[in-house]
């Protein structure tokens, strides 16, 4: 912006200059006195068993912490047997796929001592154990393996 602009200048509320309107200084009398509900008998202090606290419980135990403490962990765990469950469905899966494929490359004449060391290369790759494999494939490492 250059000085010989000026920047839009806002408009004055009239409200503050209305002359018709003014507030009385004393409130409007009262005719009629508005109804009570009746008083509520006075409560008594509950009765003191010892000096002995009866909730003990650390105080982060305790109420809306402790209930929300559990429900997290409900739905900790709740979320872990969901991963497991997706986890298994996809191992599963995949077993088969493996199955699958070593049967194919094997019809289409793939050396299967070749397979196997790429099976046992992914396993240790991957931190597997072998001997959790499907049985067919566990007897094809031991028939071809060179270990």
């Known amino acids: 912006m250059t000085s010989s602009e000026q920047p839009p200048q ?10 018709m309107w003014t507030v009385s200084a004393q409130p409007p009398a009262v005719t009629e006195q508005p109804a009570r509900p ?13 000096g002995i606290r009866v909730d003990a419980r650390p105080r982060e135990t305790r109420g809306h912490a402790r209930d929300l403490a559990e429900a997290r962990g409900r739905k900790t765990a709740r979320d872990a047997a969901h991963a497991w469950a997706s986890a298994a ?7 088969a796929e493996l199955v699958t494929e070593r049967d ?5 004449g793939t050396d299967p001592a070749m397979l196997v060391d790429f099976i046992l290369e992914a ?8 001997h959790l494999l499907p049985a067919d494939v566990q007897a094809d490492i031991a028939q071809h393996s060179t270990d």
């Open 38 to 50: 009746p008083a509520a008998p006075p409560k008594t202090p509950p009765a003191r068993v010892s």
């Open 89 to 95: 469905r996809k191992a599963a899966d995949r077993r």
């Open 123 to 130: 396993c240790e790759r991957h931190g597997v154990d072998w």
């Open 104 to 108: 194919a490359a094997l019809a289409r």
């Open 10 to 19: 806002r408009k004055k509320s009239l409200l503050s200059e209305d002359d």
